[in-house]
């Protein structure tokens, strides 16, 4: 067996070095191509295409219907291998598009997710990893069910049922945010519509996992690492040698962020900057006026609105003219509560860009010193829940199953790291680079001479980049720029003027995060619904081939369901996977972690730690994010100043308390259990 298994290590090494410097090469011969060609868009329909057919190759290669492949790879994916499995899984869009773009807005503040995220695994590595493996099994839920089961065949309905719902919800609100990741590299690069491009990439998504699940997952995903990091470092070296003569800035980027600190100061004093701060300003004033006299002034402008619509009407005004009033009044608020939540927003979005633009090098930059202290406090609950958050996902602590024993589990956990930090390290210095080709080559610029990636990615629709003449001079000024973060890695390339090529390539490595990651999330939730609740709640006498079968068919379902919510855009990817993070936090953490190291926790202390730790955290977003007020018109007060990307910061210790309160008044577990524990936790 260990012959075999070096043999197998062996032949992989060999095949992904092959892939690797296919890869490299077809990347040079594409350069060399767009040197010979006068148009380069060509390259972005290449890269995009080749690369899901590199994936549906593996796929189909890798089909199976042989349960324990499908499952957990027939659990002997070397350490290295599922490290770069892990870590692909990992890094989805919120990582690779939307890293790097949240350090560029927020600057300090956005390595809150550097922190939070690689903590998690850490973690992983200590807390759950060797435990969960030396137990085998199929889900999380299939542990948990285990544990609280009292040696009942097939564990604990209650604990499995409780389980299947958090581990489905968690991962089906991390999958929309891959999807919506996938639908905006479709629409920059192929130029279709956004909704057009989700359901493109659903295809890429689905032809990875429906064949072979786990196991054509896990060698696809390793191949999509390669092809992510490549095209990430790639692009960070390139840009910061081209204009600051460094081939790995990751290891000095100081200069660069003292060089953003002496734009931004210089920008504050500017007239013209000030100008259209004041503009904003007296904006923000103007709605705050508007949000004191509701509902008054939501009817007042409504009938307006209404008035001025018809009177175009009446006198056949051109149709662009109507159509365009049209639109502002679809867009208008349905009532006055929906008006006070979109009013407010807008003013808080106007004050921010009529403050002074100190946000990169200062940390927690505020107006006041209260603003301040719930900036830090926000600041530290979110690396906390995207800790613990780590440290609950079903879609990466199910791959722990996929090694061949506990020692190699560790080792793929410290691959994992490793892999992970390469581009951890690398977001912030490529944020910094691009913030310097902002700050440097198009503030100041005639509106008359922009350059082409403006004119191309004002385009897009849903809107990510606009630019505004507020002050009606003539000349780009910072805040006249809105960007949206998910924009800046795509945008990256092109912004600092490198080859087409290049934003192909890191096109084609968003790609593969985003597929990476949906992949696993949505094999995570179709084995859970086929294993956990058909098999061991439904059909105990399913065959393997049926399980399989039915397997497959909860994936098509969830993958077209998850799609559809995609479209209605309910939010951006980074809030989205943060309040995946929570969630998961706030259902697995407490009950996982009291699993394995407290022997008195019981399975109605369990069930009553899940369900109190997720309903805590749904009822705070639900009642604080603006996706869902706007739908439903009810409004919460957001405890603490906390914001509901870190709901998790009351559903861990309220899922603590409920699991140990009522494990203490509730009889004690079956002797078996105290067996199995005993087991997991020797040597």
Known sequence: MPDDQSRFRRRLTLYYSLFTLGLLGFVGMMSLLERSSSDALWLGYVFLFVTIAIYACIGLICRTSDLTEYYVAGRRVPGVFNGMAIAADWMSAASFIGLAGIVFASGYEGLAYVMGWTGGYCLVAFLLAPYLRKYGGYTIPDFLAARYGNGRPGGNFAVRGIAVLAASLCSFVYLVAQIQGVGLVVTRFIGVEFAVGVFFGLAGILVCSFL?????????????????????????????????????????YGPLLAQIDREERRLDQDPAERAVRKFYADKAAALQIRIARLPQSFEEERDALTARLESLRVRNAPLREIKELERE?????????????????????????????????????????????????????????????????????????????????????????????????????????????????????????????????????????????????????????????????????????????ISGLVAAGALAAALSTADGLLLTIANALSHDVFYHMVDRQASHQRRVTTAKVLLLGVALFASYVTSLRPGNILFLVGAAFSLAASSFFPVLVLGIFWRRTTAAGAVAGMAAGLGVAIYYIFVNYPFFTRMTGIFGDRWFGVDPIASGAFGVPAGFIVAIVVSLLTPRNAPVIDRLVGYLRKG
């Open 212 to 252: 072979g699940g786990m196991r054509a997952v896990t060698w696809t995903q390793v191949a999509q690492y390669i092809m992510l990091i490549v095209a990430f470092l790639a692009a960070v070296s390139m840009i910061a040698w081209k204009h600051h003569h460094q081939l790995l800035p990751q290891l000095g």
């Open 329 to 501: 009044r679809l867009a208008y608020p349905r009532d006055a509560a929906e008006a006070h939540q979109q009013w407010t927003q807008m003013r808080d979005d106007a004050l921010a860009r009529s403050l002074p633009s100190k946000s990169s090098t200062e940390p927690f930059p505020a107006a006041s010193e209260g603003e301040r202290d719930a900036k830090r406090l926000n600041f530290v609950l979110l690396v906390f829940c995207l800790m613990v958050g780590t440290a609950s996902l079903p879609h990466i602590l199910t791959r722990l199953y996929t090694t061949p024993s506990v020692k190699e589990t560790r080792n793929s956990v410290a691959w994992a790291v490793f892999f992970i930090a390469l581009l951890y390290v690398s977001a912030p210095a490529l944020a910094a680079l691009v913030k310097v080709e902002f700050l440097q080559h198009l503030v100041g610029t005639p509106y008359a001479e922009l350059p082409q990636w403006v004119v191309q990615w004002r385009k897009v629709d849903p809107p990510v980049f606009t630019l505004r003449d507020v002050n009606g001079d003539g000349i780009v000024q910072w805040a006249e720029i809105l960007i949206q973060p998910d924009m800046i890695v795509l945008a990256a390339p092109e912004i600092a003027g490198l080859p087409y090529v």
